[in-house]
């Protein structure tokens, strides 16, 4: 400002000349005060008698403006206000929150495959099966097996008959005993030592018995094993879905080998979807975790929007952009929207 008016007072004092006079415009020009270049400009078109003389004055150049004419700051409108309580969500994409492959667990041929692509599937259902002929006759032995060692523990005849001998024998050798007292060789002393052997003997059979019983019920624990085991590998022969969802690929077809890990189906949860976008990393103050959003399908024949809620920002700030990821869930139970469409979402404060 300083050098525009040495300019101007030169220009009345020291040039004398049209030419000088001219130069000093076009300095002031490259300067860029556009209202000292007019002001200069009239004077020279005055000497020349081309306009009236009346001088120009600039609000830049005059000294008498006060601050009462400076412009006071203008007050947000209602919907500014209401913009500044959103905030949009940039590069707002639906993705899927659940999608998993269901995979072979067993080596063997493809016997069935019960769903296509775009069949609705529940958690657990059967979708198809390996063939399992050969572990169904195992099944079925090893069924057999259990069911004799269940009848071996509850079979306490032996156990019965030899607590029967036991007694028998017992009596048998007290009457010798007291047979000798009454009278005196009664019976041989080998013939009492034979019958103790026989009532210590059948002591030990009943022994015996609680033992066989004992072992039965071991041996019914190992059948049990071996049968929930065969269970377990027969359950592998099958293909089961592990969550609810639509079945969106079917890589394999019925009397196809497979081996364990070959993937078979694809299956994509639809019923909760999540948008991915991106908000300045100076909005993350506003504590958006837990925040309602507002969804809305881009280029859409009918207008569909739909509400959410703010799940997750990330902590990593993109240093080229200084951009936040964040992601919203929303319902999806009818199906209006699908994964990959670009959409409008913004975030309630």
């Keep these: ?37 007019e002001i200069l400009a009239q004077e020279s078109l005055s000497e020349l008698g081309l306009i009236d003389s009346s001088p120009i004055v600039s609000d830049e150049l005059d000294p008498a403006r006060t601050d009462d004419t400076v412009t006071q700051p203008i007050e947000p409108t209602s919907t500014e206000k209401v913009a500044e309580r959103k905030i949009n969500i940039d590069g707002a994409i639906l993705k899927t929150i659940d999608s998993t492959i269901v995979a072979a667990q067993i080596s063997g041929i ?16 059967l979708l198809g099966k390996i063939k399992d002929e050969a572990i169904q006759i195992q099944l079925d032995q090893l069924k057999s097996q259990v069911l004799i060692a269940q009848r071996k523990t509850t079979n306490d005849i032996d156990k019965r008959l030899a607590e029967k001998s036991r007694e028998v024998t017992e009596n048998e050798l007290q ?3 007291a047979a000798n007292a009454r009278v005196s060789n009664t019976y041989p002393l080998n013939e009492i030592d034979r019958l103790r052997l026989v009532a210590e003997r059948a002591k030990l059979e009943v022994e015996r018995a609680a033992y066989n019983i004992e072992m039965a019920g071991l041996e019914l624990s190992v059948a049990v094993g071996e049968y929930k085991q065969s269970q377990e590998l027969l359950a592998r022969h099958q293909i089961n879905a592990p969550m609810t969802g639509v079945v969106v690929a079917v890589e394999k077809r019925t009397g196809e080998w497979v081996e364990p890990g070959t993937e078979l189906i694809r299956i994509v949860r639809l019923d909760t979807l999540r948008v991915e976008g991106f908000i300045s990393a100076k909005q993350d103050d506003l504590n958006l975790v837990g925040k309602k959003a507002t969804v809305a399908l881009r280029d859409s024949n009918k207008p569909i929007t739909i509400e959410g809620k703010v799940v997750f920002v990330s902590p990593d700030v993109n240093p080229v952009n200084s951009q936040i990821r964040v992601f919203v869930e929303i319902d999806n139970s009818d199906s209006q929207l699908r994964p990959g469409s670009q959409v409008l979402a913004t975030i309630e404060l």
């Design 1 to 37: 400002m300083l050098l525009l008016k040495f300019l101007t007072v030169a220009y009345h004092r020291f040039m004398s000349s049209r030419v000088q006079k001219l130069a000093i415009i076009t300095a002031a020009t490259f300067i860029g005060s556009i209202a000292t270049v």
């Design 110 to 125: 493809l016997q069935e495959i019960n769903v296509k692509e775009g069949t609705s599937v529940k958690q657990d259902q």
């Design 175 to 177: 009457r010798a005993i």
